[in-house]
């Protein structure tokens, strides 16, 4: 087996490695960091939570140990598609560089440019930033990339789907042609392999899964959920929700629920702790503080349930994560993999659940076909169960029945009942063409009696005769 001792890392490098807790690479560090301690190329294709991070950090620090930065130029830089990752990366930078004399700034959103701006005139010999942030210095005219010797894009496959590659072939361009330069990414879509082809020299590829693949650590599982009725879709389904979250009890230690949009983050997050649940919800509108605060809390274990959108799909790095509750399918395939990728890290055993709305099973089917399996159907927890005969919701029903008053009856009364009953006698309801029933005030049938025409009693001869 490979040892970090085997790589020919800086000495103190190793005793931060030591220090860290790690004994072992990672496949994908064996196969990065021999490549790139030469000054080759590296074109790294691995799933979330493999050690992409290290398979980069730890060669530039070695690399940068000799050397000093000068003012507004740095010597390596580091891009990362969101916040959230870039401050990981910093993370992973301090802990293998506490022995290296290395500086380092971080350029990122919603941070005082002047604070930023501090940093980088004083020198900095590892740049991590994202890339519109970094850009915004260049063109202040506060940032020069021609002394950059390591560049590194990391996470690539998700820069395209936020729609930075136009940017990322923008500072490719400002940095020297002699540079080095590493690159990651979980899946090779044909825009990525068409920038790599332009931007890297003959880089060794070094790929340690078959692309868009789930970890064999992750027990999967999905709820096919219709909704009773359209309008009622999103209660009944954060209802499945909380149901899942209940039937895995305490072997649910902490988790992350994943929503397409920003807005659901926010609504499946407050019905959660309305329910009595430690969740907090995290997407790109919220202040950076806060997200960082609370992405803290999480991992320091004072949060349990995480609510996010898929800016924290990539690159957050909390090992103990047990479950991955995928309120929405995402709409691209590969997400879902790095969503589910939260849990079962560094050989630990995770599980994942998805529930699916009838609109959403095209995009699962494609899910499916790219991770080449089936994913096992679960049966949904929050099913209405029968009725029990003992239930106590049983007895109100039947009491409210029994005692709800019957509609008071009204007196019939006959219609053909005589005056001499101290009664008002009923009138009939069908009436004369003039309106009138004033030749009926008795009821009574009225035959001609007395009043029986002559020529009707006349015989046939006199009537004749007449």
């Known amino acids: 087996m490979t040892k970090f001792s085997d790589l ?22 064996a196969g990065a960091i021999p490549p790139a301690l030469q000054g080759r190329d590296v074109l790294g294709i691995a799933q979330t939570g ?11 620090i070695t690399l940068l140990a000799r050397g000093r930065a000068r003012a507004r130029m740095p010597r390596s830089l580091v891009l990362c598609p969101t916040r959230e990752l870039a401050a990981q990366v910093a993370e992973n930078f301090d802990t293998y560089a506490q022995h290296v004399k290395l500086t380092k700034a971080l350029l990122i959103g919603g941070v005082s440019f002047k604070e930023q701006e501090a940093l980088i005139d004083k020198g900095v010999d590892v740049l991590i930033a994202t890339p519109g942030r970094l850009l915004d210095h260049f063109e202040r005219g506060k940032l020069i990339l021609s002394d950059v010797k390591v560049m590194v894009v990391d996470e690539a496959d998700r820069m395209l789907d936020m729609g930075f590659i136009p940017d990322i072939e923008r500072i490719f361009g400002l ?67 909380r149901a899942l979250i209940d039937q895995e009890g305490e072997a649910c230690t902490n988790a992350i629920i994943f929503c397409n949009r920003k807005v659901d983050v926010d609504i499946c997050a407050k019905s959660l702790k309305k329910y009595g649940y430690n969740a907090a919800a995290i997407h790109g509108d919220l202040d950076q503080s806060q997200r960082m605060k609370t992405l803290d809390a999480f991992r320091n274990g004072e949060l349990r349930i995480l609510v996010a959108s898929d800016v924290a799909a990539r690159g957050l790095d909390v090992p103990s ?55 096992p159907r ?44 101290g009664s008002k006698p009923t009138r009939s309801r069908s009436r004369s063409r003039g309106g009138s029933d ?19 009693a006349l015989s046939f001869e006199e009537r004749r005769a007449s």
Do not use: W
């Open 8 to 29: 020919n890392l800086n000495p103190k490098v190793l005793k931060a490695i030591d220090e860290a807790g790690y004994e072992s690479p990672t496949p994908i560090q």
């Open 50 to 60: 493999t050690g992409k991070t290290a398979s980069f950090t730890l060669p530039m």
């Open 175 to 241: 940095t020297p042609f002699t540079r080095q330069t590493l690159f990651f990414s979980a899946t090779m879509a044909p825009e990525i392999e068409r920038i790599t082809n332009t931007f890297l020299s003959n880089p060794e590829r070094i790929e340690v899964a078959r692309q868009a693949t789930a970890s064999e650590t992750i027990e999967q599982g999905v709820v096919m959920f219709k909704a009773s009725r359209k309008d009622r879709e999103g209660s009944e389904k954060r209802r499945v929700l």
């Open 321 to 375: 994560v047990s479950h991955v509750f995928n309120f929405d399918v995402p709409g691209h395939a590969e997400d879902y993999v790095h969503r589910i990728g939260r849990t079962g890290r560094a050989g630990r055993e995770g599980k994942a659940f998805t529930i699916v709305v009838p609109r959403d099973e095209k995009n699962f089917e494609d899910v499916e076909t790219l991770i080449q399996k089936e994913i």
């Open 378 to 421: 679960v049966e949904n927890p929050a099913k209405p169960s029968a009725p029990r005969k003992s239930s106590r919701s049983a007895k109100p029903e039947v009491v409210e029945k029994a005692e709800a008053p019957k509609p008071a009856e009204k007196p019939v009364q006959d219609k053909y009942e005589s005056k001499d009953r």
């Open 438 to 456: 004033r030749h009926h005030k008795d009821n009574n049938v009225v035959g001609l009696g007395d009043h029986l025409p002559e020529f009707i």
